[in-house]
């Protein structure tokens, strides 16, 4: 048996560690920027990596579009079912809408929390070694997308952008378990009920939302969008569905369990929201503690 | 031709472990299983065997570094736990013998040591919060059935193309 670690080996060994200590400690620290180095190797790998995974997309969506095709006879039905309903909802949607248009001309609001201007870019890959729900998606900044805007498909919200270089964004899903990932969402019934999300039950697959007043009526079923109240994200991205509610645990206030209306895996298209109205930090940026940091400097 | 296949099929191994978490994690009976894809320490590993360690130690650097950069935004993980594995797979290697079979449980055996040692920096930089049993039913078990089926399907042609280059290297070219 040869000895296991020669004195050579042994001292690189050593230097290794201590310069991989070193290392984790400073990218540890800012991990929220990418300095130039790391931002030509995101970009540059980022393209490379997109030349593969486009394909794979492609034919990820053929197997999809036969799959769907089998069921075409099923869906064909159930849809013919819900047409009839929807025609008339049509209607009295373009109604509201052409009377809110109205309603906002004579109260001469012209700014609206819901408005966003849409960026449209595809997941080119995912965090392998899966510890967090990061996604990379093929739009940066010079497509206009900057961090903490909130990313969703089209059933609903997905995440929201925490790093981007000029032709990447790393966007971390809402299925974290990231503490420091909140959203701003309210449960529409009757009145509008405001509460934060925070927080992901693993087992359960659902999102916790915290911080319901507990004179709010919430009940299983209803819907919840982001409020637009958190300074970051747009009014109205549907977020899920509360399928329980329970108080906190000082009895204080209301917890709802949602369940989201989008689903995490197998993502390709998604849809970044650059809201039109003025962006202030609040609840919904994740890095508020670094631009309080940036405006003192 | 196949001097620049070595490297080239790395790189094209980088780049598929995205695209195949992208379908993770799986729901089955309403439990979401964890499957993380190694497919380039697996190959790393075939080149340590067949081919040259020293090489396979470099490519893990190498691939680890861009892995830190691009997907943990932590420099140093990877960097440091790819040439480890390929290391003490290339010691393992030397005292057994080099049979196809033997190097395919050695590499699902490193992709093991390889799930614990990322688990144990995860926990400490608190990334997270799972206990071990969660880690080892919803995340190992999973992951070393997939990566074992990845294996069998492409181990053999790992092993022809690494010990092709090594023939052709000791021939001199």
Redesign the interface.
Known sequence: ??R?FSNKRLIILLV??I??????A???RD?NH?NVP?QA??DV??F??S???KP?HFVTGLIENIDTMLNTYEENKRLKERLETYAAMQAELVDVKANNVKLRGIIDKQEDLRAFEPIHST??????????E???IDKGTTAGVDVNMAVMTAQGLIGKVI?STPFTS?VELIST?NSDFRVAAMVVGEEEMFGLIEGYD?TS?QLIMKRLDSSFNVKKGMQVISSGLGGIFPKGILIGEVTEVSTDDYGLTKLAYIKPAATF????HVMIAKRTMTVVDGTDGGNSADAKGDDES | MIRFIIPLIAVLLFFLEPIFSLFSPIDINDNLYITVPRFLIVYLIFIATYYNSKRAIIYGFVLGLLYDMYHIDIIGLYTFMYPLICYVAALVIRQIERHIVTVMVLSVVMIVLLELLSYFFASVIALTSIDFGEFFTNRLVPTMIANALFIVMFGYMFKQITEKRFFQKQAGF
């Open positions: 048996m040869p296991f290794g560690v310069v991989l200590v070193a290392l984790i400073f990218s540890l991990r990418a790391e190797v995101k790998v980022g490379g990596q030349l593969v995974t794979a997941v080119i890959s995912r965090n392998p070694d899966q510890w967090e990061k996604i990379i790093l790393t378990e693993r697959g895996s197998q993502l390709d």
